[in-house]
């Protein structure tokens, strides 16, 4: 996996660094608004109030000086064209896409995985940005209570909150208020239109398909990890002309049996690639297992692949349905290329 080593700031300069954090709710000398604020909240658009995962923010002003943590809200930032905006990034599952690698080359990695609280710091962000609710883990010093503190807007990828809806939409609303609190709406409904005449394509070319039963393989040897029924990876197997087998487990993401993989007899697997652990690896791991022997997709060698960042609420969704529909239902033509 591609991985760049980052260059840490030294610890001495940590909180200064982090008390001079930019903040929307600056003052002058004389108590007011500082200038670059005044002219900043008269922007259109701002002030801006959201609510994300039960936080409400109200932004004066664009953040400048922006941390990701986790590839797919990396990728949302870099698909905005708000790269002028990032000063660290963390923790990609796989590689960017080609289309980002000039962008993403540009932004200081803090951390292969999740940055200490101290190394975000060390980039005096204003907004922080994580992509699962791991990125925000209080018990590592990161939770989202300690940046406020610090005088640090947070946001959290919606998938990692939202529950009972369909998260294609929870994706446009991500990317939605994403350009609302950076100034730039009208670039994501930009990325919204391109994103529903995509699915809109895929859909037309899947008319009357008969869905076939999937299984998702993420990782795992005593138990099988695989995609449940509330995240963004149980809707792409639905557009993509499929029918989850864990459908019913109400998380994006979870544990099965193997007994549950054998009992539930998927024609396809879908194997997520990402990690130290290759898909042929992953593959021969089905393969070689006599309790899945009779399972219909092992028997057919019936696999189909898509990288983690794929898989996630993020920009490659729309793109990974048609990739995905391809190889579930080769007979309706070839997968677009990636944007």
Not at 3 to 15: G, K, Q, S
Not at 54 to 80: C, D, F, S, W
Not at 94 to 115: G, N, R
Not at 134 to 160: K, P, V, Y
Request: aromatic residues 8%.
């Amino acid at each position: 996996m591609f991985r760049r080593t980052p260059a840490l700031t030294a610890a001495a300069v940590l909180l200064p660094l982090a008390l001079t954090a930019c903040s929307s709710g600056a003052t002058d000398p004389s108590g007011g608004p500082a200038t670059g604020d005044k002219a900043a909240a008269k922007s259109e658009g701002f002030p801006y109030t959201v609510k994300n995962c039960g936080v409400t923010t109200t932004y004066k002003a664009p953040p400048k000086r922006v941390v990701t943590m986790n590839q797919h809200v990396t990728e949302i930032m870099l698909e905005l064209g708000l790269t002028g905006s990032l000063v660290g990034t963390a923790y990609l599952d796989d590689q960017v896409l080609p289309k980002y690698a000039k962008e993403y080359a540009s932004v200081p990695v803090l951390a292969e995985e999740y940055p200490s609280y101290e190394q975000v710091l060390a980039a005096n962000p204003d907004f922080v940005y994580g992509g699962y609710s791991s990125a925000f883990a209080a018990g590592d010093g990161r939770g989202r209570e300690a940046f406020a503190r610090a005088g640090i807007d947070t946001r959290l990828n919606a998938e990692s909150c939202t529950e009972g809806d369909r998260p294609m939409d929870t994706l446009y609303q991500e990317v939605r208020e994403v350009g609302r609190t950076f100034g730039v709406p009208d670039r994501a409904e930009a990325w919204i239109e391109r994103a529903e005449a995509d699915n809109a394509a895929t859909a037309k070319k899947l008319a009357g398909v008969e869905p076939v039963s999937v299984f998702v393989y993420d990782s795992g040897d005593k138990t099988a990890f695989t995609a449940g029924g509330e995240g963004i990876g149980n809707e792409l197997i639905e557009r993509a002309g499929g029918a989850n087998v864990f459908a019913d487990l109400d998380k994006p993401f979870g544990d099965a049996s193997w007994e549950n993989v054998v009992a539930r007899r998927p024609d396809v697997i879908v194997i997520y690639d990402y990690g130290a652990t290759t898909v042929e690896q992953k593959k021969k791991r089905l393969l070689t297992d006599p309790a899945l022997a009779d399972v219909p997709a092992i028997k057919n060698k019936r696999f189909a692949v898509l990288p983690l960042s794929d898989a996630v609420l993020g920009v490659r969704a729309p793109a990974a349905v048609d990739k995905l529909a391809a190889q579930l239902h080769p007979a309706t033509g070839e997968a677009a290329p990636t944007p």
